[in-house]
């Protein structure tokens, strides 16, 4: 369902990418994460002080290779600081081989009849492999396609915040409306999806997947 596009540059990095460097495990390591589980189901990257694309500035970022059908179509920059303006910085559209909103992050070859929706890559990260992100709460009714072409149920799991919350319940109603069967859960431990214990986040996913 990829839709045709017109790109004027080859997909690419932002220059400077490189296998991760101590401060972007370290960053990995303070919200819970195992930087070495990532790198092997991710593929993550980082950059350093100086690292551009088409002189947009993707410095001291976790590069995250964005997959569909197979290929490398995209990447998602998430900032190492929690100093920069944008948190998650985006490839350019005009680099992008599809359109990452019209797709969604996450592990194809993984998923099964049920799919947990989180809203981005680190809510993915820890969730696991039968997770996907709609890399936002605004989610396109390209995306709905997409989800309900791939699960007979949808498990939502945004954030708490009332705006995430109201996303979510709208993104259920499109998706019943496509036959699917679909569940909104609010976490009440945590702030996001990604903040959770991992002990935790794994212990839900199991219980989602054991009664579905």
Not at 17 to 32: A, D, N, V
Not at 161 to 167: I, S, Y
Not at 181 to 195: F, H, M, Q, R, V
């Amino acid at each position: 369902m990829e839709r045709p596009q017109t790109f004027s540059q080859p997909f690419k990095y932002p220059n400077g990418t490189l296998p991760m460097f101590q401060q972007h495990r370290q960053y990995l390591i303070k919200r819970g994460f195992d930087p070495d589980h990532l790198t092997k189901i991710w593929n993550l990257h980082g950059t350093g002080p100086v690292s551009l694309l088409d002189k947009s500035d993707y410095s001291h970022r976790i590069i995250a290779p964005i997959w569909w059908n197979d290929k490398e179509v995209s990447f998602q920059a998430r900032d190492i600081t929690n100093k920069a303006k944008l948190r998650y910085k985006a490839c350019p559209k005009n680099r992008e081989t599809i359109h990452h909103k019209d797709i969604l992050y996450g592990k194809q070859a993984e998923w099964g009849n049920v799919g947990i929706c989180v809203e981005g890559i680190t809510d993915v990260w820890r969730l696991g492999i039968k997770s996907f992100a709609t890399f936002g709460i605004q989610f396109k009714i390209h995306q709905i396609k997409v989800i309900a072409e791939n699960f007979k149920k949808v498990v939502v799991i945004f954030d708490p915040e009332p705006q995430a919350q109201k996303q979510a319940r709208r993104l259920i109603v499109e998706l019943k409306m496509k036959g699917v069967d679909t569940e909104n859960i609010l976490l009440s431990t945590a702030k996001d999806p990604g903040s959770m214990e991992q002990k935790e986040a794994d212990t839900l996913v199991k219980q989602i997947l054991k009664e579905k």
